[in-house]
């Protein structure tokens, strides 16, 4: 088993999730400071499914590693 892969997937999950130019907690931190304003309920909706998703991947991919 590649245990470098687990660590890999788990580091490049991470990368996304705070990229300031992606759609997910990044990229929401980034436009809250560039605009200094609060967001709508829709953008704030999908931002927030966006970022469980991706911390959904990230537990994915850290219990895999407990496991193998």
Known sequence: MDFGFW?????EQWRLLIDPEAALLGGFLRKWRDENKGQSD???????????????????LENAKVKN
């Not at 660590?7 to 580091?11: D, H």
């Not at 829709?42 to 994915?60: H, M, P, T, W, Y």
């Open 7 to 11: 660590y890999r997937a788990t580091v």
């Open 42 to 60: 829709a953008f704030l909706k999908g931002v927030a499914r966006n970022v469980s998703d991706a911390f959904d991947e990230i537990i994915k």
